[in-house]
């Protein structure tokens, strides 16, 4: 394995980013949305897994909500680079970020075809956010 670092997502990642996003959809054979992974809008935060010479083999992003309820989002691995903890590297320096910024909750949608995901997310503390829904959420802090 090459080595890699987990970093703030930059302008210049927005394409490899986008490409990325578009390959794991393909993979799972779910419709491909080119703004979902587009990159770093205003309220949101995104990092990348930077491997190599420059190349972007994962990204994941958050989001504000309201009322201390955040958003993780676009979380996404090139197939070779899965297995080795950089999934949890990503969600756990998403986590922390957001707790950080004031987040009370962090949610996300995780469809059902994504089994890694999902026992990642609920390895790292999130439950399911809604009965029977793909909801899941992780409480980071409590109001005082």
Same mark, same amino acid.
């Given at each position: 394995?090459?080595?890699? %670092?987990?970093?703030? @997502? ?20 779910? +419709?491909? =949305? +080119? ?11 995104? %990092?990348?897994?930077?491997?190599? =010479? ?15 309820? %955040? ?26 970020? @957001? ?17 890694? @995901?999902?026992?990642?997310? =609920? ?17 980071? +802090? =409590?109001?005082?």
């Amino acid at each position: 394995m090459t080595s890699y %670092w987990v970093r703030p @997502a930059r302008v210049g990642d927005r394409k490899a980013v986008t490409e990325l996003a578009r390959r794991v959809r393909r993979e799972f054979h779910l +419709g491909v =949305r +080119g703004a979902e992974a587009a990159g770093a809008a205003a309220g949101e935060m995104m %990092w990348v897994v930077e491997a190599g =010479r420059g190349q972007i083999v994962g990204c994941c992003g958050v989001r504000e909500g309201e009322n201390g309820a %955040w958003e993780l989002e676009a979380l996404f691995l090139a197939p070779d680079w899965r297995g080795f903890g950089l999934g949890r590297s990503l969600v756990e320096q998403a986590m922390r970020s @957001a707790q950080g910024a004031g987040a009370l909750v962090l949610t996300c949608d995780v469809p059902p075809e994504f089994a890694e @995901a999902n026992a990642l997310l =609920r390895g790292l503390g999130f439950t399911d956010g809604a009965p029977g829904g793909r909801r899941l959420a992780c409480v980071l +802090g =409590r109001l005082s």
